[in-house]
């Protein structure tokens, strides 16, 4: 599961470095630091509860922001391995 997280994150971090939309560099600035969270308690061996919180208010900030650039849709991707796992 840390793989696939700190894949994610690297996806993240690309889609903020080629985006073309400023709007959307801040979108991933604020799932990067998310997203954090979530590599955080997976490595510390946290209660999987915990995780599944994580998980499930980092897919609602996915829900409550829209890039526009579709540089986004690797990190949509790679987001959707991450949950498939966790659920």
């Known amino acids: 599961m840390r793989r696939k997280i ?14 073309h939309q400023a709007e959307d560099r801040q979108i991933f600035r604020i799932l990067l630091a998310d997203s954090a969270v979530l590599l955080a308690l997976v490595n510390t061996g946290a209660n999987i509860e ?15 922001m829209w890039p526009v650039d579709d540089v986004c849709a690797a990190a949509i991707s790679e987001w959707q391995k991450v949950k498939d796992l966790i659920n």
Not at 6 to 19: G, V
């Open 6 to 19: 700190a894949q994610y994150i690297i996806s993240l971090d690309q889609a903020a470095n080629k985006t």
């Open 50 to 64: 915990l995780v599944m919180e994580a998980a499930t208010r980092h897919d609602r900030l996915w829900g409550q």
